[in-house]
């Protein structure tokens, strides 16, 4: 990734093939609920329970629990931890991470074996790795995208908003 | 960095409240989530101490509704002040699309506002990001106290006309919301423009 890229575009046809992954992801696994963030926290795709109202937040806290990993790695010096699993009494959390800057998480009962889970998003890392370099390759420009007028628009709604 | 989700029309930037311990940035979020309306803005979450210093981080996700058929997101996370923390900063930083600044006016305050700004610069290089053209906004905070520098003096420090980087800042009082909007429009405009 470009470092200096400001914006990432994740273009219609890419999107899907991720939500397609991350379904295959949920339904072999029999798990809840499977999410793909950028490592800033923003949620880019989400598949599995429908009813889940807390993904934004969950969104940015996974990616706050795998930056700290990734400072306590440098400690140890090891570059980074790919992988990070979370036990609960009830649900555990799977998270992998993707080419440095995509974390793949899934969330899974106690029905589920860990090691299948493992397995299982070994392979969609994989999947998910040639689409997010799709992604990483495409050259629209912002203007492409949202239109030349979208800055002007923007600033009235923000004028708007914050505001006392 | 942003991210524009074609498909789902979704644009989502991350603004991230920075600077010393005790300064105002958990102020800045509790005041923003006290006054926007409602349909604006989700849960403000923080990770604290017991002593209600920031731990890791607060973060407010703010819904600026449909612009041009864009659902647009702002996220807001504050970074913990205090100095033991700095790998914590780090982290939260990742991915950040601009930075405000909240310095602490106060006299005795500024050699901690010029360390944890010269950290900044730091951190923000290492994320291989040209400081210099970085998204910054200034906040001078606490505006109100008897034994605050003036806005003039802290630019001395904080801003020097010399470094030629001509921040934009404002004078805020967080507790009571002074400044506290005028810093959020002034980022927010600055990473639109970035994008």
Not at chain 1, 48 to 77: C, H, M, P, Y
Not at chain 2, 103 to 124: M, P, R, Y
Request: hydrophobic share 40%; charged share 25%; aromatic share 8%.
């Amino acid at each position: 990734m470009d470092p200096q890229l400001t914006s990432v575009i994740v273009p219609s046809a890419e999107v899907a093939q991720i939500e397609e992954c991350l379904a295959h992801l949920v339904e072999d696994t029999q798990g809840n609920h499977a999410l793909l963030l950028d490592k800033s926290g923003q949620v880019i795709a989400s598949q599995g329970d429908s009813s889940r109202q807390d993904v934004t937040a969950l969104g940015a806290l996974i990616a706050g629990t795998f930056a700290s990993s990734r400072e306590v790695a440098k400690l140890l010096r090891e570059k980074d931890f790919r992988m990070l699993f979370q036990q609960g009494v009830r649900e555990n959390i799977f998270i992998a991470l993707i080419e440095d800057q995509w974390i793949l998480c899934i969330i899974f009962n106690k029905g589920t074996h860990i090691g299948l889970v493992k397995v299982l998003t070994k392979k969609a890392t994989d999947e998910l790795s040639a689409v997010l370099e799709r992604v990483r390759q495409q050259h629209k420009t912002r203007d492409d995208v949202l239109g030349s007028s979208f800055r002007t628009s923007m600033e009235d709604t923000i004028d708007l908003l914050f505001r006392d | 960095m942003a991210l524009i989700n074609v498909a789902a029309r979704e644009i989502h930037c991350k603004i991230v409240y920075y600077g010393p311990g005790m300064g105002g940035k958990t102020s800045n979020l509790q005041y923003i989530h006290s006054a926007v309306p409602k349909e604006v803005k989700g849960d403000l979450l923080s990770i604290a101490t017991e002593t209600e210093r920031t731990l890791f981080f607060d973060f407010l996700p703010l819904d600026l509704g449909k612009v041009r058929g864009f659902q647009t997101r702002f996220h807001l996370y504050t970074v913990p002040g205090q100095v033991l923390y700095e790998r914590t900063r780090v982290a939260v930083l990742n991915g950040a699309d601009g930075v405000v600044f909240v310095a602490d006016s106060q006299k005795h305050k500024l050699e901690e506002n010029i360390k944890s700004l010269k950290e900044l610069a730091q951190n923000v290089t290492k994320m291989n990001k040209n400081f210099r053209e970085f998204p910054l906004v200034l906040q001078y905070n606490k505006a109100d106290l008897p034994n605050r520098l003036p806005a003039q003096r802290l630019d001395d420090f904080l801003n020097p006309p010399a470094l030629g980087l001509n921040w934009q800042r404002y004078e805020a009082v967080a507790t009571r919301g002074d400044g506290v909007f005028d810093t959020l429009k002034a980022i927010s405009r600055l990473v639109i423009s970035r994008l």
